[in-house]
């Protein structure tokens, strides 16, 4: 794959707002965004490369089943994104790279694809060995449980954005 991407700035991406600003009407959902964002930020912060936060911007969420934050860094993280996607909520959080997306909804088809990879590869009893990495154990229960959640969000959140 061809890195096409460096130093981006926010003119690239397209429907997302800085942190400070997302809000739900409902105090409820707000909380959970909060929540939500909190778990991104955990997340992205257990990875040792992971260098400072220079800001963080909201794109998409709903309830606790999922959400989507964009993360710009200080440094480039291995010399080339400055810029990481990341996804979580009651799936398994991943961080996608930018180049394959420039908005929350490209961004949870991407998920969707690789999370249907490894679902799928588990299903026929194929290796997972170069699917994306899951952080879940490779059980036809897993698998199972992942397609439905990957088929609720293209249904409800993808195909109705």
Known sequence: MIRRLK???ISYFTNIVPIQEMRDDDQECSEMLIALSQDADNFIASHRWCPSIKEKFYGFGVGYIVAVFLYHFDLPINGTDDWLWVIVGD???AYLVV???SSPMETLERYCELMEDWANNIMLGNSTENCFPVVAAPTRENAQLL???TNFIRKRMICSS
Do not use: N
């Open 147 to 149: 397609l439905s959640r």
């Open 99 to 101: 180049d394959a997306a």
């Open 7 to 9: 130093m981006l700035d």
């Open 91 to 93: 799936i398994p959080s």
